[in-house]
């Protein structure tokens, strides 16, 4: 019998231990600009964000008003040279995500904006607010074209990251212990 609640014991404390995580919310938040209306987005994840990662995300839309563009793709870039940080975002098509912090549009109806935190900031590692400056390229049919902006705005990261808390490891340890000292005893 208590073979079982040691054993029980022990696999709930592991089971513990993978549950014991928090997430972050990065909430964007860009003012109108350069012809583009103001928009927000946000996503949620596990941990920090660094360079070269994707993101999930809800596709979000950008508008003049007229036309409209929906972000699909992500990716995070840092320049070294600055260094700094960015965000860029496309809707698919023939518009690309350029590393380290560029985009590029081929044809309408695409569109990508780049959001980069200010120039020495690296990825954010702590919650708090940002600010945010960005470049957007946004292709339509139609006597202008292309719509070019620079977009402003704030990066809002809350919540609290946990990558592995000590007390599950503490607790993991003495069901371990006390699993060990269980099958010594019952040997002998």
Same mark, same amino acid.
């Given at each position: 019998?208590?073979?079982?609640? +040691?054993?029980?014991?022990?696999?709930?404390?592991?089971?513990?231990?993978?549950?014991?995580?928090?997430?972050?919310?990065?909430?964007?938040?860009?003012? *109108?600009?350069?012809?583009?209306?103001?928009?927000?987005?946000?996503? +949620?994840?596990?941990?920090?964000?660094?360079?070269?990662?994707?993101?999930?995300?809800?596709?979000?839309?950008?508008?003049?008003?007229?036309?409209?563009?929906?972000?699909?793709?992500?990716?995070?870039?840092?320049?070294?040279?600055?260094?700094?940080?960015?965000?860029?975002?496309?809707?698919?098509?023939?518009?690309?995500?350029?590393?380290?912090?560029?985009?590029?549009?081929?044809?309408?109806?695409?569109?990508?904006?780049?959001?980069?935190?200010?120039?020495?900031?690296?990825?954010? +590692?702590?919650?708090?607010?940002?600010?945010?400056?960005?470049?957007?390229?946004?292709?339509? *049919?139609?006597?202008?074209?292309?719509?070019?902006?620079?977009?402003?705005?704030?990066?809002?990261?809350?919540?609290?990251?946990?990558?592995?808390?000590?007390?599950?490891?503490?607790?993991?340890?003495?069901? *371990?212990?006390?699993?060990?000292?269980?099958?010594?005893?019952?040997?002998?």
């Amino acid at each position: 019998m208590l073979w079982r609640v +040691t054993r029980t014991f022990a696999l709930g404390t592991l089971a513990v231990c993978g549950l014991a995580r928090a997430s972050l919310v990065y909430d964007f938040n860009i003012d *109108a600009a350069g012809g583009i209306d103001a928009f927000s987005f946000s996503f +949620t994840v596990p941990s920090f964000i660094g360079d070269g990662q994707s993101p999930a995300f809800t596709p979000f839309t950008v508008t003049d008003g007229t036309h409209s563009w929906t972000m699909i793709n992500d990716l995070t870039g840092f320049t070294s040279g600055l260094p700094t940080a960015c965000f860029m975002f496309d809707n698919g098509g023939t518009s690309s995500l350029q590393p380290p912090c560029g985009v590029g549009v081929g044809a309408p109806p695409d569109g990508a904006l780049t959001l980069v935190l200010g120039v020495g900031v690296p990825f954010p +590692t702590a919650t708090g607010e940002y600010t945010l400056s960005g470049s957007g390229l946004f292709d339509f *049919a139609g006597e202008s074209g292309t719509l070019e902006t620079s977009p402003v705005g704030t990066l809002d990261i809350s919540g609290t990251a946990v990558p592995e808390p000590r007390t599950s490891i503490g607790l993991f340890l003495i069901a *371990a212990a006390c699993l060990g000292w269980k099958l010594r005893r019952q040997r002998a």
